[in-house]
């Protein structure tokens, strides 16, 4: 009895292996290649250091409305965030309020200014580019994220220059809030668009997409960990098949047993841990701060109390922007450059330090110590940069004691909050970035090695799939020609 339920169990093995196979074999041979591209092209963003680079230095002599007026106008005591810049050739306050929504206000009049025109847009985005056009976009294939609805609708604001640049202009903000190229368009057809499945129609869906992701890859999983079993179950080292061989198939079975055994493993962990991606069941909480964590570390600052005849004092020669950052029941005035932030505090005298950064983080932790605080100059396990994605050094990190086990990364130079990390998010530093992404002490350091290690088991895991995948056609051919 036993027998024949162990020989049964193995032939629904082989037969559920193939089938599978047969029907996710194209999405593991479509993650692998588009994995891949993603290691050198990465999905379109706006980085910090583009938005500053496309914006002109703050005309000084144009401001005229104090900040606390500003917030007046836009009807907000503390905002999430909140910072002067320029929008076209007009100085503009930017303030994002706590139910997400924005206000722009002029800096010139002190009035809350409407929605951005094409001309506009043309003006902010397209300047020197005689043959820049203009299209009204509400959502596409490169801002179908829900990180962009309040920002909606977009102008696009397409170059006509050389590199098919095209920027996307806010009609809320009148800003630009992402760039994209032909080439990097290009490449991320083939590369996070297919990788993700990111379909547009499919993707404005976030749940449905979500739900999708996690039966096809947990699909894929089974089909990736039933290959794994029958490939060990099948080898023979001690007691060898006929004429010395290890594996009894043939042809082109016989490469897909080999190739599975030299790189099941690292196929098999790269789909699991695409499914533990998708957060399953919510086991992971998310990495980006919640906001009763910003309100508690922000406070309850003060007027800022100065009118605008003494902001430019806190502005280096090439400041782009004034951030007023909340820490700690505090006011601090943060001006950017493409060199990097400088912060004072609104008194113009005061330093942000790792300390005071300490006492405001620790009220959004009511009745936990703070375990340990640490500047990191140097990368580690748990704060490391990510194929073209460099993480900021120093960094702050500060551990806490509270049912969580908590960890905040915190940006020193400008005390923004980088990253929670909670005890299931050091968890899924192990299940998803170390298998998925080869986030691995001895790779992230090494650059090189990186790359290398990942193209070695991406090429295994290629024959896998592609062997696989000419071997269930002609299995389903027969079939269907039966």
Same mark, same amino acid.
Request: hydrophobic share 45%.
């Given at each position: 009895?036993?027998?024949?339920?162990?020989?049964?169990?193995?032939?629904?093995?082989?037969?559920?292996?193939?089938?599978?196979?047969?029907?996710?074999?194209?999405?593991?041979?479509?993650?692998?290649?588009?994995?891949?591209?993603?290691?050198?092209?990465?999905?379109?963003?706006?980085?910090?250091?583009?938005?500053?680079?496309?914006?002109?230095?703050?005309?000084?002599?144009?401001?005229?409305?104090?900040?606390?007026?500003?917030?007046?106008?836009?009807?907000?005591?503390?905002?999430?965030?909140?910072?002067?810049?320029?929008?076209?050739?007009?100085?503009?306050?930017?303030?994002? !309020?706590?139910?997400? @929504?924005?206000?722009?206000?002029? #800096? +010139?009049?002190?009035?809350?200014? $409407?929605? *951005?025109?094409?001309?506009?847009?043309?003006?902010?985005?397209?300047?020197?580019?005689?043959?820049?056009?203009?299209?009204?976009?509400?959502?596409?294939q490169w801002t179908v994220t829900a990180r962009y609805d309040p920002l909606r609708p977009f102008l696009k604001v397409a170059l006509g220059?050389?590199?098919?640049?095209?920027?996307?202009?806010?009609?809320?903000?009148?800003?630009?809030?992402?760039?994209?190229?032909?080439?990097?368009?290009?490449?991320?057809?083939?590369?996070?668009?297919a990788h993700w499945i990111y379909l547009t129609p499919l993707r404005a869906q976030a749940e449905m997409w979500r739900t999708i992701l996690l039966w096809l890859s947990g699909l894929a999983s089974l089909g990736a960990l039933s290959g794994l079993a029958i490939g060990i179950w099948r080898?023979?080292?001690?007691?060898?098949?006929? !004429?010395?061989?290890? @594996?009894?198939?043939?042809?082109? #079975? +016989?490469?897909?047993?080999?190739? $599975?055994? *030299?790189?099941?493993?690292?196929?098999?962990?790269f789909i699991v841990?695409?499914?533990?991606?998708?957060?399953?069941?919510?086991?992971?909480?998310?990495?980006?701060?919640?906001?009763?964590?910003?309100?508690?570390?922000?406070?309850?600052?003060?007027?800022?109390?100065?009118?605008?005849?003494?902001?430019?004092?806190?502005?280096?020669?090439?400041t782009r922007a004034l951030r007023f950052v909340a820490i700690g029941g505090r006011w601090w005035v943060v001006a950017e450059a493409p060199d990097g932030p400088r912060t004072i505090g609104a008194d113009g005298a005061t330093a942000l330090d790792a300390g005071t950064i300490a006492v405001a983080a620790m009220q959004g932790f009511p009745g936990a110590p703070l375990r340990a605080a640490r500047q990191l100059s140097a990368y580690d396990a748990y704060w490391y940069p990510h194929g073209t994605d460099p993480r900021p050094l120093p960094v702050l990190r500060l551990r806490f004691g509270d049912a969580a086990s908590t960890w905040l990364h915190i940006d020193p130079r400008d005390g923004t909050i980088l990253q929670r990390l909670d005890r299931s998010g050091r968890i899924n530093r192990w299940l998803f970035d170390a298998p998925h992404r080869l986030d691995l002490p001895g790779l992230t350091s090494n650059r090189a090695r990186h790359d290398a290690a990942q193209w070695v088991l991406n090429l295994l895991a290629a024959g896998i799939a592609l062997t696989g995948i000419v071997s269930g056609w002609r299995r389903l051919r027969r079939a269907l020609a039966a």
């Open positions: 009895m036993k027998g024949r339920l162990g020989k049964a169990g193995r032939r629904w093995l082989l037969l559920f292996h193939r089938w599978v196979g047969i029907a996710a074999g194209p999405f593991f041979a479509l993650w692998i290649g588009s994995g891949l591209v993603m290691l050198y092209v990465p999905f379109p963003i706006l980085t910090g250091a583009e938005r500053l680079e496309r914006l002109a230095p703050i005309a000084w002599d144009q401001v005229a409305v104090a900040p606390d007026a500003a917030l007046a106008a836009g009807g907000v005591d503390v905002p999430v965030a909140f910072g002067l810049e320029m929008r076209g050739e007009e100085p503009v306050y930017r303030i994002t !309020r706590r139910d997400g @929504t924005w206000a722009t206000i002029s #800096a +010139r009049s002190g009035r809350e200014l $409407g929605p *951005a025109t094409s001309a506009e847009a043309l003006r902010v985005a397209g300047a020197g580019f005689p043959e820049a056009r203009v299209e009204l976009v509400w959502r596409d220059d050389t590199a098919g640049t095209e920027l996307y202009v806010s009609a809320i903000t009148g800003a630009v809030v992402l760039d994209t190229s032909r080439v990097e368009r290009g490449w991320n057809w083939v590369g996070s668009v080898l023979r080292v001690r007691r060898p098949y006929a !004429r010395g061989a290890v @594996t009894p198939y043939r042809g082109l #079975a +016989r490469w897909h047993h080999l190739c $599975g055994l *030299a790189g099941g493993i690292g196929l098999g962990a841990s695409g499914w533990i991606s998708m957060n399953p069941n919510r086991w992971f909480t998310s990495l980006r701060p919640p906001a009763d964590l910003h309100m508690a570390y922000a406070g309850t600052p003060p007027a800022l109390g100065f009118d605008a005849r003494h902001l430019g004092d806190f502005a280096t020669p090439d």
